[in-house]
């Protein structure tokens, strides 16, 4: 993980990230990966009220009285059930859709504008080509062939990414 997207980050997504990280890194080694001295590491860490706890190696939100407590954990509730409601109504048909047609999204990569694109060729088995040819045809004549694959390029990235990497 590069300096600027861990900054860029939520405090509670910064958290959850490097608690998973603790699990095999000490605090010095994960702020060296990430290439932030270690006292703008802790700095970084304590915004949004979040505490080092040295015996389980992890964050915790601090938390000064009960009251907050219970407060922060309504609001928290609240904002996501709260989004849920407004949205329903779009939930239910994208949820229909997905169900009813297998829709397939597309990283938002493929098609902008501000890509530079070049040829590529590759050897394939002409079987699996053409059953892939077929595939897209039939489930998505809509998308160009190029997208597809380009888009199952950034799928077997995401899915097969060691999990232990920053």
Same mark, same amino acid.
């Given at each position: 993980?590069?300096?600027?997207? %861990? ?5 509670? #997504? =910064?958290? =959850?990230?490097?608690?998973? %990280?603790?699990?095999?890194?000490? /605090? $010095? #080694? ?7 001295? *270690?006292? *703008? %590491?802790?700095? /970084?860490? $304590? ?5 080092? !706890?040295?015996?389980?190696? =992890?964050?915790?939100? %601090?938390? $000064?009285?009960? +009251? ?12 996501? &059930?709260?989004?849920?409601? !407004?949205? #329903?109504?779009?939930? @239910? ?6 169900? !009813?047609?297998? /829709? ?18 590759? =050897? ?8 892939? *040819?077929?595939?897209? +045809? @039939?489930?998505?004549? !809509? &998308? @160009? ?7 199952? &390029? ?11 990497? /920053?």
């Amino acid at each position: 993980m590069d300096k600027d997207k %861990f900054i860029a980050m939520s405090p509670a #997504e =910064r958290v =959850r990230v490097v608690n998973k %990280f603790l699990q095999d890194h000490d /605090l $010095r #080694e994960i702020s060296s990966q990430i290439g932030i001295p *270690s006292s *703008s %590491f802790s700095k /970084l860490m $304590r915004e949004g009220d979040y505490i080092y !706890h040295k015996a389980d190696k =992890r964050y915790y939100p %601090f938390v $000064r009285t009960e +009251e907050e407590r219970i407060t922060r954990t309504k609001s928290n509730d609240d904002s996501g &059930l709260s989004f849920i409601k !407004h949205h #329903e109504k779009t939930l @239910k048909m994208i949820i229909e859709q997905f169900e !009813h047609t297998g /829709l397939l999204v597309l990283d938002k990569r493929i098609y902008s504008n501000d890509a530079t694109f070049s040829n590529k060729s590759i =050897r394939m088995n002409n079987d699996i080509y053409e059953e892939f *040819s077929g595939f897209c +045809e @039939k489930y998505f004549p !809509h &998308l @160009k062939i190029q997208h597809i694959i380009a888009q199952a &390029l950034i799928d077997a990235m995401t899915r097969y990414k060691p999990a232990r990497e /920053l």
